[in-house]
């Protein structure tokens, strides 16, 4: 997305432009909320700015909003939050409708148990267990104000995770394990053990890009 709309802004300006975006999401990640910033010498105002980029964008990217910032605003550095969403179709057969944007589980999951564990996510913790192994990051202490399961098995489950930051795979990470609690794989309540463990080979596995969606960014 960021190459695509930095093509896009440089039809409307002057040189080569450069975009910040608020964060990076993995190949395969959806987002609806990403929020970049440009720096962009153009005689267009936003609103027309934003017509013409969506006339440009390929298909499967548009612009929401477009609107002048203060100069040095940087998206990356002055976010607040971050909403994420991951869906499962957890049915026995397969959805074709939602095959690109939900992580198809034919067993049957335990909602309650989910929901159960995911209480122990809640808060200021290190989340070490749930870093992308080889990360080069070196704070990993995030706070996690929401961590909900909705749904019923044999449907579509939604797991929505909103915090002041993640950890590379992190959202991923917590959903293939809280999916191992919903298989029965893992007791509902060993995530506060898990999370003390700071050892992300003790975590389930990461669940796939396809069901993860960036819903919001705050800045």
């Not at 509902?188 to 463990?197: I, R």
Request: aromatic share 4%.
């Amino acid at each position: 997305m960021q190459g695509v709309l930095a093509a896009a802004l440089a039809e409307f300006g002057e040189g080569p432009v450069r975009v910040i975006g608020a964060g990076r999401t993995d190949a395969g990640v959806h987002a609806e909320g990403q929020v970049a910033a440009a720096r962009l010498a153009t005689r267009l105002d936003a609103e027309t700015l934003l017509r013409a980029l969506n006339a440009k964008l390929p298909a499967d990217v548009a612009v929401a909003a477009c609107a002048l910032a203060r100069d040095g605003f940087d998206p990356r550095r002055e976010a607040t939050g971050k909403l994420y969403r991951y869906l499962v179709w957890n049915a026995s057969e397969p959805s074709p409708l939602r095959r690109r944007r939900c992580h198809h589980v034919r067993e049957r999951l335990d909602v309650g148990g989910m929901r159960e564990a995911a209480t122990a996510l809640v808060g200021r913790h290190d989340f070490a267990s749930f870093q992308a192994t080889g990360s080069t990051a070196t704070h990993r202490v995030r706070t996690l104000v929401r961590v909900s399961v909705e749904g019923e098995a044999g449907g579509e489950i939604r797991f929505e995770l909103e915090g002041d930051g993640f950890l590379r795979h992190m959202v991923r990470n917590v959903v293939g394990t809280l999916l191992e609690v919903g298989l029965g794989r893992r007791a509902a309540g060993s995530l506060a053990s898990l999370l003390a463990a700071r050892d992300r080979r003790e975590a389930g596995p990461t669940a796939p890009a396809c069901g993860l969606t960036l819903v919001r960014v705050d800045v």
